[in-house]
T-cell receptor, first 110, second 116 residues
Framework: EDQVTQSPEALRLQEGESSSLNCSYT??????LFWYRQDPGKGPEFLFT???AGEEKEKERLKATLTKKESFLHITAPKPEDSATYLC???????????FGTGTLLAVQP | NAGVTQTPKFQVLKTGQSMTLQCAQD?????MSWYRQDPGMGLRLIHY???????DQGEVPNGYNVSRSTTEDFPLRLLSAAPSQTSVYFC???????????????FGEGSWLTVV
């Protein structure tokens, strides 16, 4: 069964304290792994797409990496404005649709 | 450029009432979809459309209808609202089919629906 699991469910960091969020997946025929940021009361905002194992992408303090079974979203020296829910989704699988994880709620305290 | 626009933002319905959530995009995207987001669950696909006049069911279609008469608009209709349909609804659009490479999906701001 196609599945996406994100961990941890919630993460609290001090400003400047680097960490990583995990997205593990089981899907046949991966057509892309997507990371989104979602602020309270808003729709998901696109961050990255990764297509093959070994691929990495960066944007400001965020870096996404991909292996054959999981993806990490590394946050370096986070700031309070990085606080949000981070969603992972995979495209492909039996239905060739997007399958979303439940998200990681990140809180960065000053 | 407004992107994806959803209305209303908030709505309270009584059980059995019907209503339509509106979605419009100005990016000339062929692919549009509706998701619902519930606590502890990932976004789940309700219905989607690959172009004007073409729609199909997603993961959780029961109780919802859609139509796509124009490229820009993709309304979601609740036929007879039930408390289980209390949720946050997101409309999304993209250039190509979901799960395809080089695809960015744009989401609306969401519609909060409560059924009492």
């Amino acid at each position: 069964e196609d599945q996406v699991t994100q961990s941890p469910e919630a993460l609290r960091l001090q400003e400047g304290e680097s960490s990583s969020l995990n997205c593990s997946y089981t899907v046949s025929g991966l057509r892309g792994l997507f990371w989104y940021r979602q602020d309270p009361g808003k729709g998901p905002e696109f961050l990255f797409t990764l297509y093959s194992a070994g691929e990495e992408k960066e944007k400001e303090r965020l870096k996404a990496t991909l292996t054959k079974k999981e993806s990490f979203l590394h946050i370096t020296a986070p700031k309070p404005e990085d606080s949000a829910t981070y969603l992972c989704a995979v495209g492909g699988g039996a239905t060739n649709k997007l399958i979303f994880g439940t998200g990681t709620l990140l809180a960065v305290q000053p | 450029n407004a992107g994806v626009t959803q209305t209303p933002k908030f709505q309270v319905l009584k059980t059995g009432q019907s209503m339509t959530l509106q979605c419009a995009q100005d990016m000339n995207h062929e692919y549009m979809s509706w998701y619902r987001q519930d606590p502890g669950m990932g976004l789940r696909l309700i219905h989607y459309s690959v172009g004007a006049g073409i729609t199909d069911q997603g993961e959780v279609p029961n109780g919802y209808n859609v139509s796509r008469s124009t490229t820009e608009d993709f309304p979601l209709r609740l036929l007879s609202a039930a408390p289980s349909q209390t949720s946050v609804y997101f409309c999304a659009s993209s250039i190509t089919h979901f799960g395809q490479p080089q695809n960015t999906i744009y989401f609306g701001e969401g519609s909060w629906l409560t059924v009492v």
